[in-house]
């Protein structure tokens, strides 16, 4: 039976579900999910990141994160983090960058935390010849030091989005309409986790939380705080998510996300405020966007660099990178950057308090 159709004759039997636990099933489903089945990065697949779009953004995240390390007094061992690592490319350019930084690969034990055996498979293809291990979640790293970058993983983690009715609540649900998967309301009742969003939202708008976000930051955030280190988490959204940001991608187009669950990418705007309430009792940086934060660790310089080896439609397809990375139209502000570090420390470079 199909995901959709496994989807169907549940809601018919229980009832609707939430937004979250469709999301789940979408993407995490153990045969049909969307992750577990396929590499859905680059040209082929259904979308782009950061560091498929140039070798410039993972060499600059690297060389924020070596330099951590090195300003922290370059303990050893430590633990090398990836969360949600896609082709592992992302790691492969921080490798690279690090390489000549004394004594950083000798200490990092690079660790990788990916949910889909499709993706581990290309991860080991990208990263052979380094020695790397996969653990299960956040909360099973080591209790070492921890330097530990996350890009467009958080955006990927299920949400449940609520309609403000009156001083409560409505939670959108996915049910059936004509046996057609549907989006519905379920009856307004209070929501304590959303006390502080009555103070900034009206009758009839829409927020987003993520269940599933606050303790992995927190896990993140006790060891960087007990045993040192750095996080640096990369993603589209911003302070407070307001309106609705669920959205379904398939072949790099906007696709309607009930019509093929498993098929399409499903991804929701990360409320950064929400993370910053789990760091305790590490610190955050401000929320950064993506082009300020690249443009602070020199990508300028780098794009020139590079630009000077090549010509023609290289070049071309160089520059448009340098720009789509780092505009204000293209993803320069949408993506922000967030950073949380040890109270005794400064923040990442690129980043500020
Ligand atoms: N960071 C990569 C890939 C981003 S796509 C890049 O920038 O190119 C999201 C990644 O997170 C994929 O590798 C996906 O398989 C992984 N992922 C999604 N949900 C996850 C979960 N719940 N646990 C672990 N990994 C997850």
């Known amino acids: 039976m199909s995901l959709k159709d496994g989807l169907i004759a549940r809601v018919a039997t229980h009832g ?28 082929a697949g259904d979308f782009t990141t950061a560091p498929e779009i140039s070798q410039m ?9 070596a330099q951590s390390w090195l300003d922290q007094g370059a303990p050893a061992p430590f633990t090398l983090a990836e969360l949600g690592p896609g082709r592992g490319t992302l790691m492969a350019d921080i490798l690279r960058a690090t390489a000549r930084v004394p004594g950083f690969h000798a200490a990092a034990r690079i660790t990788l935390i990916e949910v889909s055996p499709a993706l581990r498979n290309v991860q080991r293809r990208t990263l052979e ?17 921890l330097w530990l970058i996350a890009n467009e993983f958080f955006d990927a983690l299920p949400v449940r989005q609520f309609q403000r009715d009156g001083a409560g609540w409505r939670e959108r649900c ?20 959303l ?35 750095a996080a640096l988490i ?61 443009e602070r660790l020199g990508i300028t310089a780098r794009a ?3 630009a000077a080896k090549l010509d023609g439609s290289a070049l071309d397809a160089h520059i448009a990178a340098h720009r789509r990375l780092t ?27």
Not at 57 to 65: A, I, K, N, T
Not at 174 to 193: E, I, K, T, W, Y
Not at 237 to 243: E, I, M
Not at 331 to 351: D, E, I, Q, R, S
Request: glycine share 10%.
């Open 195 to 229: 006390a502080h969003r009555l103070e900034d939202t009206e009758d009839g708008q829409l927020v987003e939380i993520c269940p599933s976000a606050a303790p992995i930051i927190s896990a993140i955030g006790t060891r960087i705080e007990a045993h040192g280190g």
């Open 304 to 306: 020139q660099a590079l």
């Open 174 to 193: 996915v049910g059936l309409s004509n046996d057609v998967l549907s989006f519905g309301l379920s009856p307004a009742g209070p929501q304590a986790m």
């Open 57 to 65: 953004f993972g060499e600059l995240v690297g060389l924020s994160l």
């Open 16 to 43: 609707p579900i939430t937004v979250a636990d469709y999301m789940a099933e979408a993407l995490l489903h153990p045969v049909h999910g969307y992750y577990t089945t396929r590499n859905p990065l680059g040209a």
């Open 129 to 145: 010849g380094f020695d790397i291990a996969y653990v299960d979640g956040a909360d099973h790293l080591p209790d070492v030091p």
């Open 234 to 294: 990369i993603d589209y959204g911003d302070w407070r998510s307001l309106g609705e940001t669920l959205q379904a991608v398939q072949n790099h187009a906007s696709a309607d996300p009930l019509a093929q669950p498993g098929q399409a990418d499903l991804t929701a705007h990360v409320d950064f405020e929400t993370l910053t309430q789990a760091a305790t009792p590490a610190v955050f940086s401000r929320v950064t966007p993506q082009g300020v934060f690249l």
């Open 327 to 353: 505009h204000p139209d293209e993803m320069g502000n949408l993506f922000k950057v967030l950073g949380l570090f040890p109270t005794t420390a400064a923040p990442p470079p690129g980043l500020e308090r």
